[in-house]
T-cell receptor, first 111, second 115 residues
Framework: RKEVEQDPGPFNVPEGATVAFNCTYSNSASQSFFWYRQDCRKEPKLLMS???SGNEDGRFTAQLNRASQYISLLIRDSKLSDSATYLC????????????FGKGTKLSVKP | DAMVIQNPRYQVTQFGKPVTLSCSQTLNHNVMYWYQQKSSQAPKLLFH???????NEADTPDNFQSRRPNTSFCFLDIRSPGLGDAAMYLC??????????????FGSGTRLTVV
């Protein structure tokens, strides 16, 4: 299994739709996980952190399943402005724990 | 506002001509990272500094070097850029090494074109 793996998409959804992305990771020792959002030709920006079983922030819900080693991101009531690439980020094992990025899942929300 | 600043935003260099990208931070973070991101790919960690300690990723080519003269600044030197080195170079910081609840703070990146 790759360190971090995501479905690249693209996911094309209408406004108002609910969409979910999954991400799998290989290092069972990882404790904290992150979802970053990256707009075209811009830097990644932190969207959500996930430590325990999950985290919710408005329309966004992140869930963690340690047994199956996957993280999900759910976006409810999609807005046009949600169109971006969503990067799953996992710390590599070891004392340094540097963050390793997935390739990202591209979301396109259409009117 | 405390932030991570990368200069320049866009850099064009000639094949084989050394180029330096710069990153500065006002966050007073101990760790600074350099990532390379090619089109439609994941950001790939090249190396990082924890204070003055340099940590190279095993698969980072020797063509890439870094310097951190002080806490605030970190430079990425590409000794002999090839066409395959064209990418977005992202600088990031974190207060401490290892897992942090806040992820990393990224600069806006430098997009490098090699001609």
């Amino acid at each position: 299994r790759k360190e971090v793996e995501q479905d690249p998409g693209p996911f094309n959804v209408p406004e108002g739709a609910t969409v979910a992305f999954n991400c799998t990771y290989s290092n069972s020792a990882s404790q904290s996980f992150f979802w970053y959002r990256q707009d075209c030709r811009k830097e990644p920006k932190l969207l959500m952190s996930v430590y325990s079983s999950g985290n919710e922030d408005g329309r966004f819900t992140a869930q963690l399943n340690r047994a199956s080693q996957y993280i999900s991101l759910l976006i409810r009531d999609s807005k046009l402005s949600d169109s971006a690439t969503y990067l799953c980020v996992v710390p590599r094992g070891g004392s340094q724990g540097n963050l390793i990025f997935g390739k990202g899942t591209k979301l396109s929300v259409k009117p | 506002d405390a932030m991570v600043i990368q200069n320049p935003r866009y850099q064009v260099t000639q094949f084989g001509k050394p180029v330096t990208l710069s990153c500065s931070q006002t966050l007073n973070h101990n760790v600074m990272y350099w990532y390379q991101q090619k089109s439609s790919q994941a950001p790939k960690l090249l190396f990082h500094y924890y204070d003055k300690d340099f940590n190279n990723e095993a698969d980072t080519p020797d063509n890439f070097q870094s310097r951190r003269p002080n806490t605030s600044f970190c430079f990425l030197d590409i000794r002999s850029p090839g066409l395959g080195d064209a990418a977005m170079y992202l600088c990031a910081t974190s207060r401490d090494p290892g897992v942090t609840n806040y992820g990393y703070t990224f600069g806006s990146g430098t997009r490098l074109t090699v001609v």
